[in-house]
């Protein structure tokens, strides 16, 4: 089974950088074309967010709102990828998901895998 794990600092000043990784056992990330890795998340009693996600190759998409100051990348060595997240304010604070999105040929599109999540705070 695919299992992923994030990891980072749990508080963030605002103004700064949030940087989470994410480490995924079993399945290579680099390993066929519909696999795409994908950070969630979720503010404080608001519903789930799609940030972005990486590719099989290191092909990046991110959501329109957040493309500014994000950024998705890979070690395909330690089969991590990972979410930068710059000039962050308190309304970033949220649960941080990683998780494994599966779309072959628009024949079926879901998440198949999710990590247990991470909270960060972002707080002076």
């Known amino acids: 089974q695919v299992q992923l794990q994030e990891s980072g600092p749990g508080l963030v000043k605002p103004s700064q950088t949030l940087s989470l990784t994410c480490t995924v056992s079993?399945?290579?990330?680099?390993?066929?074309?519909?696999?795409?890795w994908t950070w969630i998340r979720q503010p404080p009693g608001k519903g789930l967010e799609w940030m972005g996600a990486?590719?099989?190759?290191?092909?990046?998409y991110y959501s329109s709102s957040l493309k500014s100051r994000s950024s998705i990348s890979r070690d395909t060595t330690n089969n991590q990828f990972t979410l930068q997240l710059n000039s962050v304010t308190p309304e970033d604070t949220a649960v941080y998901y990683c998780?494994?999105?599966?779309?072959?040929?628009?024949?079926?599109?879901?998440?198949?895998?999710w990590g247990k999540g991470t909270l960060v705070t972002v707080s002076s």
């Open positions: 990486i590719g099989y190759r290191g092909s990046t």
């Open positions: 998780t494994r999105w599966v779309c072959r040929d628009g024949q079926y599109c879901a998440m198949e895998y």
């Open positions: 079993v399945y290579s990330i680099t390993t066929n074309y519909y696999y795409y």
